[in-house]
Nanobody, 119 residues
């Protein structure tokens, strides 16, 4: 079964840190692009950070660059999102996604993990 499973969410105070994990089965993430998205209540889902099969990374520069870091452990077939200096506006459900490098759309999504940042 091909799937992505996120973990690591939770409740943290503003200024704190969390590391989200996205473990893949049935797909080798190192040969695909992967990304983290988030969706806050009443808002549309938005891109947070992405990592290409080559290891190149991109970030939502206006709000997370410098605070969030996306990385990949090929041996564990897992993608991570290290989140530092968290703010209440980072509160959302965070989703991991994957796609072939040539594809425009992400075709595999995890179930999401809740991140809540208290002020």
């Amino acid at each position: 079964q091909v799937q992505l499973v996120e973990s690591g969410g939770g409740l943290v105070q503003a200024g704190g840190s969390l590391r989200l994990s996205c473990a893949a089965s049935g797909r080798t993430l190192s040969t695909y692009s992967a990304a983290w998205f988030r969706q806050a209540p009443g808002k549309e889902r938005e891109f947070v950070a992405g990592i290409a099969w080559s290891g190149d990374t991109t970030y939502r520069t206006d709000s997370v660059k410098g605070r969030f870091t996306i990385s990949r452990d090929n041996a564990k077939n897992t993608v991570y999102l290290q989140m530092n200096s968290l703010k209440p506006e980072d509160t959302a459900v965070y989703y991991c996604a994957s796609k072939p490098s040539y594809a425009r759309q992400y075709d595999l999504w995890g179930q999401g993990t809740q991140v809540t940042v208290s002020s």
